[in-house]
Each structure stands twice: as structure tokens, then as C-alpha cells.
T-cell receptor, first 113, second 111 residues
Framework: KAGVTQTPRYLIKTRGQQVTLSCSPI?????VSWYQQTPGQGLQFLFE???????NKGNFPGRFSGRQFSNSRSEMNVSTLELGDSALYLC????????????FGQGTRLTVV | GQNIDQPTEMTATEGAIVQINCTYQ??????LFWYQQHAGEAPTFLSY????GLEEKGRFSSFLSRSKGYSYLLLKELQMKDSASYLC????????????FGKGTRLSVIA
């Protein structure tokens, strides 16, 4: 069974640009969560989707958005990039409920210059 | 809200035993996960505790005390490959609420 796949693995963007990251969950998993990981703050929750609906949202500005498609694949978008958005963005999928074991992708390393 | 604390860094010697602690304050506690994350890689599942007590899995064991809001991960017979970050994560009893992670403990195993 294929794991969680995130693309791209690495991205370099300049301030003010926007970026879209993609996540394909494990086949059959319907819950997809996104996290931002930085050395100082650890893993911080961005949002969670289930059956194309956002069920939970973390404490991030509106520049961060996401969506989920009918095949459970998910994308997150960050607009008007800031230097502080440089981080590892991790996607995790779970079979049904978000409070069970999360299976993580390798992440997308975003660098904003 | 939820508050999860774990030490930032620890160092231990190859072959030794190390205990990584995690304390949490949360309402609606459902269970506690431990994940291992090597540098540049995805976090991977190590253990899950929902009841009080010790769960042993090979060289790794995890303990939970729900009344004290306390867990620890015990690593025995340390190997160099155990150098990684160890994340504890709290599960809420609402199925809609994703796991909340501590900031992680970076463990360095030295010869």
C-alpha cells in the first residue's frame, strides 16, 4: 500500500508570491491534516479535511487555505508569502477520524527568500 | 486549550537507557501517541497509550498516567540510529480534533 505522498519535496519562493502544495493520502484514508513544522514551534496544526469538508482549523492567518477533492487528495495554498512561512509542511492521513494514528508524508520544505 | 511539554534536547550514550518525559494538560483526553522523526524525514508512529500503565514493544516502551497527565518513552540498549526527535501527541476524544503535538525532544546518541 503506497504511503502518503507530498509534492513537491522542495520549493523556493520569494516574498509576496503564492504557493500550492499537494498531498495524496493513503488509499482509503478520508481524513487529511496539514501541519507546519519549524525548529522553534514544532508541529503546528493548520487544518483538517474529511470528505471535502474542512472540519478543523488551526490558528493561522487567512493567507493559509486548503481544500480536499473527491478522491481525498488535498492541497494547501499560501498566498502573499512571508519569510516566516519558511518551514516543513507535513500532511498526515487517517482512515476516518482525525484523533487516531496519523500517517505522515515526507513533507514539503518551503523556503521563502 | 492544550499544553504539552517535553524537554528540548537530551544526550545519551550508546547501549544505555534513556527516558523522555511528556506532560500534558488537556480536556477531553483520549490517548497519547509517540512518534519518531529522523532529520529530514516524516514522523513515524512508535506507540499509543490509552490506558494507564506500561506498553512494551521491543527496545521501546511507553508509559501513561492519565491522572497525572504524564507519559514517558523509554528507549533501551540505545543505538546510534536512535538519534532523532521524539514527539508526543495528545489525542482528543472528539473524532474531529486532530492530534496536538509537543515541540519534540531531540535525542543525540553518542559513542
Amino acid at each position: 500500500k503506497a504511503g502518503v505522498t507530498q509534492t513537491p519535496r522542495y520549493l523556493i519562493k520569494t516574498r509576496g508570491q503564492q504557493v500550492t502544495l499537494s498531498c495524496s493520502p493513503i488509499s482509503g484514508h478520508r481524513s487529511v491534516s496539514w501541519y507546519q513544522q519549524t525548529p522553534g514551534q514544532g508541529l503546528q496544526f493548520l487544518f483538517e479535511y474529511f470528505s471535502e469538508t474542512q472540519r478543523n482549523k488551526g490558528n493561522f492567518p487567512g493567507r493559509f487555505s486548503g481544500r480536499q477533492f473527491s478522491n481525498s487528495r488535498s492541497e494547501m495554498n499560501v498566498s502573499t508569502l512571508e519569510l516566516g512561512d519558511s518551514a516543513l509542511y507535513l500532511c498526515a492521513s487517517s482512515p476516518r477520524t482525525a484523533n487516531t494514528e496519523a500517517f505522515f508524508g515526507q513533507g514539503t520544505r518551503l523556503t521563502v527568500v | 486549550g492544550q499544553n504539552i511539554d517535553q524537554p528540548t534536547e537530551m544526550t545519551a550514550t550508546e547501549g544505555a537507557i534513556v527516558q523522555i518525559n511528556c506532560t500534558y494538560q488537556t480536556s477531553g483526553f483520549n490517548g497519547l501517541f509517540w512518534y519518531q522523526q529522523h532529520a529530514g524525514e516524516a514522523p513515524t508512529f512508535l506507540s499509543y497509550n490509552v490506558l494507564d500503565g506500561l506498553e512494551e514493544k521491543g527496545r521501546f516502551s511507553s508509559f501513561l498516567s492519565r491522572s497525572k497527565g504524564y507519559s514517558y518513552l523509554l528507549l533501551k540498549e540505545l543505538q546510534m540510529k536512535d538519534s532523532a526527535s521524539y514527539l508526543c501527541a495528545v489525542s482528543h476524544n472528539s473524532g474531529n480534533t486532530p492530534l496536538v503535538f509537543g515541540k519534540g525532544t531531540r535525542l543525540s546518541v553518542i559513542a
